[in-house]
């Protein structure tokens, strides 16, 4: 197994960060068959594989902010009013993903790209761990 530790800096708003690029830079390295794992070692981050842009990005946050409210409602309190649902949102969108690599490429859709979700305004900082496992041959 190979795996790399990515910082990524996701400012003081809610944030979805697209990594495919870094992934793919990650994984054409290797030049063979596998599997990407793309793991986000905090508990109020997730990873997801979606298409971006074109709305979206917008459209996610905005279904977040409907289903988990940030409200007073959370027994976890501390942090900025409402942080106890970012605790929340890895059950949603979880910490981690697994993108099959054939040939040294990521094996996703024509529209699908990966990406960091980060809703936790009080930590800008985050780090990404790429892992890829050879493939067996």
Same mark, same amino acid.
């Given at each position: 197994?190979?795996?790399?530790?990515?910082?990524?800096?996701?400012?003081?708003? #809610?944030?979805?960060?697209?990594?495919?690029? +870094?992934?793919?830079?990650? $994984? @054409? #390295?290797?030049?063979?068959? =596998?599997?990407?794992?793309?793991?986000?070692?905090? *508990?109020?981050? =997730?990873?997801? $594989? +979606? #298409?971006?842009? *074109? &709305?979206?990005? #917008? !459209?996610?946050?905005?279904?977040?902010?409907?289903?988990? %409210?940030?409200?007073?409602?959370?027994?976890?309190?501390?942090?900025? /009013?409402?942080? &106890?649902? !970012?605790? $929340?949102?890895?059950?949603?969108? /979880? %910490?981690?993903?697994?993108?099959?690599?054939?040939?040294?490429?990521?094996?996703?859709?024509?529209?699908?790209?990966?990406?960091?979700? !980060?809703?936790n305004?009080?930590n800008?900082?985050?780090? $990404?761990?790429? @892992?890829?496992?050879? =493939? *067996? &041959?």
């Open positions: 197994m190979r795996t790399k530790l990515l910082d990524l800096r996701t400012g003081g708003s #809610e944030s979805i960060t697209d990594i495919t690029g +870094m992934c793919r830079d990650f $994984v @054409s #390295e290797s030049g063979g068959d =596998g599997l990407l794992n793309v793991f986000v070692p905090h *508990a109020t981050a =997730g990873v997801t $594989v +979606m #298409e971006l842009g *074109a &709305g979206s990005d #917008e !459209d996610l946050l905005a279904l977040l902010g409907d289903l988990v %409210p940030k409200d007073d409602r959370w027994r976890h309190r501390h942090g900025s /009013p409402g942080h &106890g649902r !970012d605790h $929340v949102i890895p059950a949603l969108i /979880p %910490p981690h993903a697994t993108v099959p690599v054939v040939g040294g490429r990521l094996e996703l859709g024509t529209w699908q790209s990966i990406a960091l979700v !980060d809703t305004v009080d800008p900082s985050r780090q $990404v761990r790429l @892992s890829f496992l050879t =493939g *067996a &041959g």
